[in-house]
């Protein structure tokens, strides 16, 4: 019953590089069969459902990233965007278009260059606390505040490494202290000095 009633883990490496494979593979693939468009759409919408259910109801969360995770998906998703542009240019030049590439050249560059904007603007700041907090933080601790360069970030993202808690915590000092028994020696019992005895 514990089994059927545990929450199972959500494996951000196997989850984020799987829609950021659809995502590149819709944005490359675009120009080329706009059909993909629509099929990704549904895709996204599909996952939206069962993702936004499974991460309410299914997966435990087993550590806060403060949203560490964030700023490279976005990166990699705009990367995927400019392998898209980059695709749609060469693939209006290989259909003989003259004037098509030439407006379609600065995209890229302009994809960039918002990549970079969001980086300054979003990326960087969300790694420090808010001027607000910072103004909160200094007032409740002016006497004993001492400036290291975890004072001012995110509580989450300046947290150390912990060591993970056990799922069940009911019966686990016992079982700690006792000394381990094999499979035998749990099941079938063993002699043990004296031949007339059986230990279990």
């Known amino acids: ?11 951000y490496g196997w989850e984020y590089p799987t829609q950021l494979l659809v995502i ?13 468009l629509p099929v990704g759409a549904a895709y996204f919408v599909g ?10 109801v299914v997966y435990a969360p087993e550590y806060e990233s403060g949203g560490e995770l964030f700023p490279s998906v976005c990166h990699r998703t705009l990367i995927g965007l400019i392998c898209g542009q980059v695709t749609l240019i060469g693939y209006s030049i290989l259909r ?16 960039m260059m918002m990549t970079r904007t969001f980086w300054r603007l979003y990326a960087e700041p969300g790694m420090y606390l808010s001027l607000e907090r910072a103004i909160k933080l200094d007032r409740h ?7 290291s360069e975890d004072t001012y970030r995110q509580p989450v993202l300046a947290e150390k490494e912990v060591n993970p808690q ?7 000092s016992e079982s700690v202290n006792r000394e381990p028994k094999s499979s035998f020696q749990s099941g079938f019992g063993m002699l043990r000095g004296d031949s007339s005895k059986r230990v279990v």
């Open 1 to 11: 019953l514990d089994e059927v009633h545990k929450k199972e883990t959500f494996y």
């Open 24 to 36: 590149v593979i819709c944005f490359t693939y675009a120009c080329i069969s706009p059909v993909i």
């Open 47 to 56: 996952a939206l459902l069962v993702y936004k259910k499974q991460v309410l």
């Open 96 to 111: 003989d278009g003259f004037y098509e590439p030439l407006v379609l050249f600065p995209l890229p560059i302009i994809t």
């Open 141 to 147: 601790k002016t006497d004993e505040l001492n400036f």
């Open 166 to 172: 056990l799922f069940r915590t009911s019966g686990v």
